[in-house]
T-cell receptor
């Protein structure tokens, strides 16, 4: 499968714990995006990278959230001191420049 | 604020009929629009896109229409099949290929 992959698919954590998600984009896609989706809503933009540079961050991305794409390939999204309000599906997408974004299957986070 | 929205939250159609899903957008400066299909537990799947210099684009069994005068976007699915049952999102792209702004989604239910 050469699509966008995300790991893990599901994560259950206790409030206050840190979690890290990984996204592997489609090979040679230079842009990588993170979105968050809650039940019944469309995805909301969090941040995006062009190669290894993080070019935009949403105000939704509080200081507890950090994203990296160190070598311009895979990316990680870390949430520190998780809160119940962080429970959501975290989606990763990739694209070649200004073109359609292809989404991964998402990581579903449940904070108890 | 500016947003993308949908007129109908749920659409039920008979198998074999044509489906039309509508979307309104508010940012007249948006230049790129995408329709995504999302099945339960999966990430959004790209269906078709259209740029603001076009008013119609056809794919396999799908057609997207863009009416910039009234800021309206529609997705037409011909000969709807049970496998088309999903949530459909329109998304708006501002600022040349950066973040997508999604609407809330329309549930399409296909009755056999």
């Amino acid at each position: 499968d050469t699509g966008v992959s995300q790991d893990p698919r599901h994560k259950i954590t206790k409030r206050g714990q840190n979690v890290t998600f990984r996204c592997d984009p489609i090979s040679e896609h230079n842009r990588l995006y993170w979105y968050r989706q809650t039940l019944g809503q469309g995805p909301e933009f969090l941040t995006y990278f062009q190669n290894e540079a993080q070019l935009e961050k949403s105000r939704l991305l509080s200081d507890r959230f950090s994203a990296e794409r160190p070598k311009g390939s895979f990316s990680t999204l870390e949430i520190q001191r998780t809160e119940q309000g962080d429970s959501a599906m975290y989606l990763c997408a990739s694209s070649v420049g200004q073109s359609e974004q292809y989404f991964g299957p998402g990581t579903r986070l449940t904070v108890t | 604020g500016e947003s993308v929205g949908l007129h109908l939250p749920t659409l039920s159609v008979q198998e074999g009929d044509n489906s039309i899903i509508n979307c309104a957008y508010s940012n007249s400066a948006s230049d790129y629009f995408i329709w995504y299909k999302q099945e339960s537990g999966k990430g959004p799947q790209f269906i078709i896109d259209i740029r603001s210099n076009m008013d119609k684009r056809q794919g396999q069994r799908v057609t997207v229409l863009l009416n910039k005068t009234v800021k309206h976007l529609s997705l037409q699915i011909a000969a709807t099949q049970p496998g088309d049952s999903a949530v459909y999102f329109c998304a708006e792209n501002m600022e040349y290929g950066n973040k997508l702004v999604f609407g809330a989604g329309t549930i399409l239910r296909v009755k056999s």
